[in-house]
């Protein structure tokens, strides 16, 4: 599943548009979509948009003997 999909998941959850997501960012809509388009997000743009969204984000590796790298 691309970041993409996962954020449009997540905005289908809590129930607002990409468009109101962006505003709620800070930022507008159209400069939102062209960063939405290239799917390049860092880690602290990702937990920002969890954030806005009532969410958690998080990313790692985690082995089945309990070790959570991340």
Known sequence: ???QQKI???CAHAGITR???ARR???S???FQQR???GK???EELEKIATV????YFSGFKFSDGIIIE
Do not use: K, S, W
């Not at 969204?53 to 958690?56: P, Y």
């Open 1 to 3: 599943m691309t970041i």
């Open 8 to 10: 449009d998941m997540a």
């Open 19 to 21: 468009a109101e997501l």
């Open 25 to 27: 960012l800070g930022t």
């Open 29 to 31: 809509p159209p400069a």
């Open 36 to 38: 939405f388009n290239r």
């Open 41 to 43: 997000f860092t880690q």
């Open 53 to 56: 969204l009532d969410g958690i």
